[in-house]
Nanobody, 124 residues
């Protein structure tokens, strides 16, 4: 059974930084892309960033470009999201997810497995 466990969320002041981690376990498939989505209160879940298996290709949503960086360590089956210059509008539950086709889709429908999420709160 595939498990994704996120960590690193918390409360931070605007302008601060957080680093999210997501460790995958229990999978038997080979190469896969990983991504982060987020869901703010009262809003739909939205794409944040994605990275392919080799790490050579990434894609970020426009509002986080220049502030967030996605990376991965395949030896640890872990994906990271470094979040800098955080804004109150970044407040959300952040979810990591896997795409077993190793694409960089921006829609939830591309993705096969999901974590439970970690809360990020940015105070003004």
């Amino acid at each position: 059974q595939v498990q994704l466990v996120e960590s690193g969320g918390g409360l931070v002041q605007a302008g601060g930084s957080l680093r999210l981690s997501c460790a995958a376990s229990g999978h038997t498939f080979g190469t896969y892309a990983m991504a982060w989505f987020r869901q703010a209160p009262g809003k739909e879940r939205e794409f944040v960033a994605a990275i392919n298996w080799t790490g050579r290709r990434t894609y970020n949503e426009d509002s986080v470009k220049g502030r967030f960086t996605i990376s991965r360590d395949n030896a640890k089956n872990t994906v990271y999201l470094q979040m800098n210059s955080l804004k109150p509008e970044d407040t959300a539950v952040y979810y990591c997810t896997i795409d077993t086709r190793d694409q960089l889709g921006t829609s939830e429908s591309w993705y096969d497995y999901w974590g439970q999420g970690t809360q990020v709160t940015v105070s003004s």
